[in-house]
T-cell receptor, first 114, second 113 residues
Framework: DSGVTQTPKHLITATGQRVTLRCSPR?????VYWYQQSLDQGLQFLIQYYNGEERAKGNILERFSAQQFPDLHSELNLSSLELGDSALYFCASSVSLGGSTEAFFGQGTRLTVV | GDSVTQMEGPVTLSEEACLTINCTYTATGYPSLFWYVQYPGEGLQLLLKATKADDKGSNKGFEATYRKETTSFHLEKGSVQVSDSAVYFCALSAQGGSEKLVFGKGTKLTVNP
C-alpha cells in the first residue's frame, strides 16, 4: 500500500459527460502529480501541484483541469469526454520538491468512455 | 525535450534466467534516473534509482548503473523469479526543473516456472 488513495477505481461514462477523479496523497506529502496511461501514448505527465499551487503542466488538454485543496487532496476534472480519453489515470505524491525525490503512486482510476 | 527509450518487449523468460532491459535517455544536464515496476492491477512502485553518473541503484536483486557516457540505465537481474512478472518502466526526472517523471513505454516481463 503506497498510502496514496484514488477514487473511484473504475468509472464508465458516456461521451460528452464530465467526471471528477479524486486523489488523497500520502500523509505529509505536499506535491501531487497526475499521469495518464493509455495503450498508444504510454504514461504521460498531465499536471503537478505543490502545496496548493500549480507547479508544472504537461500534455493536459484544455478540457481537463485540476486543483489541490487546502487539505492537500487533489481532483482532476475531465469534461466533454471523448472515446480517446479512456485510460488509466494515476495520481502520485512526494514529500517535497527535488528531482531525486521518490514519487508514490496510487492504484489508479480506470476511465472508460462509451 | 527529455525522452526515455526502452526495449518494449514483451520479454518471456524461464525462472532463474538472466534479465536485461535496455533503457537510454535524452536529457540536458544530469537527470535522476528511475526504474518503476507495475504489477497487474496495481500502481507503479519505485524499484530503484540513481541520481548521478556512475551511481548504481539496487533492490530485490535488480541493479542498474547510471552511465552518462552512453546515456543509459539498463536494468539487470541475475536470476529472475515467477514473482518478477510485471511491467517495468524506465523514467527520468530532469535536473533543476519540475519533478515530473518522463517514462519509457514499459517492458512487460513474463517469467515461466
Amino acid at each position: 500500500d503506497s498510502g496514496v488513495t484514488q477514487t473511484p477505481k473504475h468509472l464508465i461514462t458516456a461521451t460528452g459527460q464530465r467526471v471528477t477523479l479524486r486523489c488523497s496523497p500520502r500523509s505529509g506529502d505536499l506535491s501531487v502529480y497526475w499521469y495518464q496511461q493509455s495503450l498508444d501514448q504510454g504514461l504521460q505527465f498531465l499536471i503537478q501541484y505543490y502545496n496548493g499551487e500549480e507547479r508544472a503542466k504537461g500534455n493536459i488538454l484544455e478540457r481537463f483541469s485540476a486543483q489541490q485543496f487546502p487539505d492537500l487532496h487533489s481532483e482532476l476534472n475531465l469534461s466533454s469526454l471523448e472515446l480517446g480519453d479512456s485510460a488509466l489515470y494515476f495520481c502520485a505524491s512526494s514529500v517535497s520538491l527535488g528531482g531525486s525525490t521518490e514519487a508514490f503512486f496510487g492504484q489508479g482510476t480506470r476511465l472508460t468512455v462509451v | 525535450g527529455d525522452s526515455v527509450t526502452q526495449m518494449e518487449g514483451p520479454v518471456t523468460l524461464s525462472e532463474e534466467a538472466c534479465l536485461t532491459i535496455n533503457c537510454t535517455y535524452t536529457a540536458t544536464g544530469y537527470p535522476s534516473l528511475f526504474w518503476y515496476v507495475q504489477y497487474p492491477g496495481e500502481g507503479l512502485q519505485l524499484l530503484l534509482k540513481a541520481t548521478k553518473a556512475d551511481d548504481k541503484g539496487s533492490n530485490k536483486g535488480f541493479e542498474a548503473t547510471y552511465r552518462k557516457e552512453t546515456t543509459s540505465f539498463h536494468l539487470e537481474k541475475g536470476s529472475v523469479q515467477v514473482s518478477d512478472s510485471a511491467v517495468y518502466f524506465c523514467a527520468l526526472s530532469a535536473q533543476g526543473g519540475s519533478e515530473k517523471l518522463v517514462f519509457g513505454k514499459g517492458t512487460k516481463l513474463t517469467v515461466n516456472p
